[in-house]
């Protein structure tokens, strides 16, 4: 089955204890992104990758890293994390033309 | 600044009638557009496109009308089915980044 698989699915941190997402998509998509979604602001871009080893910022990308060392991997960083990165996060990825598949969110919240 | 704007929050439609969404955006140049659906707990999935070289697009009981001059396109569901409540956003694609609206939360009453 074609999907986008996000790790964890709920996630209670806090401040400043580093954390990683995982995102894997098993559709051999060479685009991947990342997005927040908070209320009243929809879904916003933190981060995007057209390729391996290729990767862009978003419209929100700051305290945020990300890596794309395969095709199917896409982790999101949170290196020091901070209670204004409290949201529900959605990886994606798509074929080029084609619109994106998203994964079900993880919802972190950080203390 | 948003670039991709849905000004109604939430629509409430009897179940049969027909629901209107409505996005508004700010830049010319964009013009690939796409209407996702998202229920409680999951991620958003895509319903329907449109192109800047099309003004309608239909795919069954969605139709999206796409109103250049306007920077203007809109989303009928008809007929309204109960199933069809959730959150939709609108959204352009630019070729690498995304812009996606705030949401409507469309209800529809049986």
């Known amino acids: 089955e074609a999907q986008v698989t996000q790790n964890p699915r709920y996630l209670i941190t806090v401040t400043g204890k580093k954390l990683t997402v995982t995102c894997s998509q098993n559709m051999n998509h060479e685009y991947m992104s990342w997005y927040r979604q908070d209320p009243g602001l929809g879904l916003r871009q933190i981060y995007y990758s057209m390729n391996v080893e290729v990767t862009d910022k978003g419209d929100v990308p700051e305290g945020y890293k990300v890596s794309r060392k395969e095709k199917r991997n896409f982790p999101l960083i949170l290196e020091s994390p901070s209670p204004n990165q409290t949201s529900l996060y959605f990886c994606a990825s798509k074929d080029r033309g084609q619109p994106q598949h998203f994964g079900d969110g993880t919802r972190l919240s950080i203390l | 600044d948003q670039q991709v704007k849905q000004n109604s929050p939430s629509l409430s439609v009897q179940e049969g009638r027909i629901s209107i969404l409505n996005c508004d955006y700010t830049n010319s140049m964009f013009d690939y557009f796409l209407w996702y659906k998202k229920y409680p707990a999951e991620g958003p999935t895509f319903l329907i496109s449109?192109?800047?070289?099309?003004d309608k697009n239909e795919d069954g009981r969605f139709t999206v009308f796409l109103n250049k001059s306007a920077k203007h396109l809109s989303l009928h569901i008809v007929p309204s089915q109960p199933g069809d409540s959730a959150v939709y956003f609108c959204a352009v694609d630019t070729g690498n980044q995304f812009y996606f609206g705030t949401g409507t939360s469309l209800t529809v009453i049986p």
């Open positions: 449109i192109s800047s070289i099309k």
